[in-house]
Nanobody, 119 residues
Framework: QVQLVESGGGLVQPGGSLRLTCAAS????????MAWYRQAPGKQRELVAS???????NYADSVKGRFTISRDNAKNTVYLQMNNLTPEDTAVYYC?????????????WGQGTQVTVSS
């Protein structure tokens, strides 16, 4: 089992930057596919960015060129660097971890961290 704890959210002005951090514990971190999701009020949770165990990244079209996901397996941590933020980025951001072993999926969510972009 994996425990995920997000941090780094807050209030930022449009055009500003934030870096979210997700600290994982409880299992071998390097074996997990990691991702960041977000959920704005009244909207469905959506995938923002993901990173595989091999470091391959993927981004939602809305954040390409502005957000960067990375992982540090030695620190059991995944990051989301968010630049040039807009009010549309306002949401609760969730860290997600998944691994598949013998066709069984094990996945976990963090508690979320609020990001508010407003002047």
């Amino acid at each position: 089992q994996v425990q995920l704890v997000e941090s780094g959210g807050g209030l930022v002005q449009p055009g500003g930057s934030l870096r979210l951090t997700c600290a994982a514990s409880g299992d071998f971190f390097g074996g997990y596919f990691m991702a960041w999701y977000r959920q704005a009020p009244g909207k469905q949770r959506e995938l923002v960015a993901s990173i595989t165990t091999g470091g391959i990244t993927n981004y939602a079209d809305s954040v390409k060129g502005r957000f960067t996901i990375s992982r540090d397996n030695a620190k059991n941590t995944v990051y989301l660097q968010m630049n040039n933020l807009t009010p549309e980025d306002t949401a609760v951001y969730y860290c997600y971890a998944k691994k598949v072993v013998l066709s069984i999926t094990y996945d976990y969510w963090g508690q979320g961290t609020q990001v508010t972009v407003s002047s």
